[in-house]
C-alpha cells in the first residue's frame, strides 16, 4: 500500500494556525505558525479546518475549510501486447497497453528508470529493438496518479539468415551450363 502526504497550510498575519478535522469543536491535531505547513496523510478524500489563533489565545469565529482530494491508484494496464511479439532484426513491432481512460509509459525497466515514450490507452508505440527486450507498461492517470506496478512484455528478435552458396562445379565457364544453388544455414 502507498501512503503520500500532502502539506496545509494558512495566513493569518500575526496569529498562528490550528488545525482540526471537524467543523467545529473538537481538539486540534497540529498548530503551525501564519503561513507554516502541517503534513497529513488521508487514506481517503478528507475536509481539514484551520483556525487563526491569537497571541493572547482569541481565536476566529470559523473555521476555513480546505478539502485534500485522493485519487485511486490506477491498475496496472492489461492487457499488454507486442504486435508481432518476434520480430527479425532491422524491423519494428507495436506495444499495445489497455488502461481505459489513463496513458500507458513505457519502460525498459520493471521498476525506476526513465519513461520511453508514452501511448493512449489501446494505441500503438512503435519500438525497433536490436535484441530481445522487456518493455514494462504503467498508467497514468490524468489527475497524475500512476499505478503501482508495470506490466511485461517481451519482442524476441531473430536474427536474419545468412545465404550459403553451395555449387556442384568448382569452375564455371563463360557460356557453359551449370547449376548454382543456394541453402540456409541451420
Do not use: K
Amino acid at each position: 500500500m502507498h501512503t503520500f502526504s500532502s502539506s496545509l497550510s494558512a495566513v493569518s498575519t500575526g496569529n498562528s494556525i490550528a488545525w482540526y478535522t471537524v467543523a467545529s469543536g473538537g481538539a486540534s491535531f497540529a498548530t503551525t505558525a501564519s503561513g507554516g505547513t502541517t503534513s497529513v496523510n488521508p487514506g481517503a478524500t478528507t475536509i481539514y479546518y484551520a483556525e487563526a489563533v491569537t497571541p493572547n489565545g482569541c481565536r476566529s469565529a470559523s473555521r476555513t475549510a480546505v478539502t485534500v482530494t485522493v485519487n485511486p491508484l490506477p491498475a496496472a494496464p492489461s492487457p499488454v501486447t507486442a504486435n508481432p511479439a518476434a520480430i527479425c532484426t532491422g524491423f519494428s513491432t507495436n506495444l499495445v497497453g489497455t488502461s481505459v481512460g489513463n496513458t500507458i509509459r513505457w519502460y525498459t525497466a520493471s521498476t525506476g528508470g526513465a519513461a520511453i515514450g508514452s501511448s493512449a490507452s489501446g494505441g500503438n508505440f512503435n519500438v525497433a529493438p536490436t535484441a530481445p527486450q522487456a518493455y514494462h507498461a504503467d498508467a497514468l492517470t490524468p489527475a497524475g496518479c500512476v499505478s503501482p506496478s508495470r506490466t511485461p512484455v517481451t519482442v524476441t528478435v531473430n536474427s536474419l539468415p545468412t545465404p550459403t552458396f553451395v555449387s556442384p562445379i568448382t569452375t564455371v565457364c563463360q557460356n557453359v551450363g551449370g547449376n548454382v544453388y543456394t541453402t540456409q544455414a541451420g
